[in-house]
């Protein structure tokens, strides 16, 4: 069955550290987008991806980088610059031509705690 | 720039009852979505609504895309436990190949 794949589901980071998660998905889906999700909070974009090698900031981009070096991944690493990294990680994909009336499908998300 | 706003921010009911909720903007979109997201999971998309004055439902959920094409609603009828969780609306942003989202309304039941 096709989806979208985010490892690891825990992570922990000492502070200082850069870590990386991971999104792989099987969709074909050109596009892909990583979204910050905090206690009580909605979904804010980090970072996004409409073809590979190609990358757009988001509204939080700050302390974040992304690559797109393969169709079906799009990791993301949370570097040491990014001041209160603790939270919910979403990755989600979608066909550009089908962003706007279908949505996206997302991941299960990555929950990232420094200690 | 194109923003959600979701009312209410959360909802405490007893298992049975119904609910309603809604999503409102100051700017016309085209199409809107309704996902749910279960604690600890990523979110699910449940209804799409692509024109003005639609009803659509799925199973006992109910949406309808407001006259205005500002504004949507999502209905549950007979709330069960699994009910639980954060629902989102969102919209396509304008000439950009992405979504934006409201704060979401987080639903509790009391068995």
């Known amino acids: 069955d096709g989806g979208i794949t985010q490892s690891p589901k825990y992570l922990f980071r000492k502070e200082g550290q850069n870590v990386t998660l991971s999104c792989e998905q099987n969709?074909?889906?050109?596009?892909m987008y990583w979204y910050r999700q905090d206690p009580g909070q909605g979904l804010r974009l980090i970072y996004y991806s409409q073809i590979v090698n190609d990358f757009q900031k988001g509204d939080i981009a700050e302390g974040y980088s992304v690559s797109r070096e393969k169709k079906e991944s799009f990791p993301l690493t949370v570097t040491s610059a990014q001041k209160n990294p603790t939270a919910f990680y979403l990755c989600?994909?979608?066909?550009?031509?089908?962003?706007?009336?279908?949505?996206?499908?997302f991941g299960s998300g990555t929950r990232l705690t420094v200690v | 720039g194109q923003q959600l706003n979701q009312s209410p921010q959360s909802m405490f009911i007893q298992e049975g009852e119904d609910v309603s909720m809604n999503c409102t903007s100051s700017s016309i979109f085209n199409t809107w979505l309704w996902y749910k997201q279960d604690p600890g999971e990523g979110p699910v998309l449940l209804i799409a609504?692509?024109?003005?004055?639609e009803l659509t439902s799925n199973g006992r959920l109910t949406a309808q895309f407001g006259i205005t094409r500002k504004d949507s609603f999502l209905n549950i009828s007979a709330s069960i436990p699994s009910d639980v969780g954060i629902y989102f609306c969102a919209g396509p942003i304008q000439g950009a190949q992405k979504l934006v989202f409201g704060q979401g309304t987080r639903l509790t039941i009391n068995p």
């Open positions: 989600a994909s979608s066909t550009t031509a089908r962003t706007t009336n279908y949505g996206y499908t």
């Open positions: 609504l692509y024109k003005a004055g």
């Open positions: 969709l074909n889906h050109d596009a």
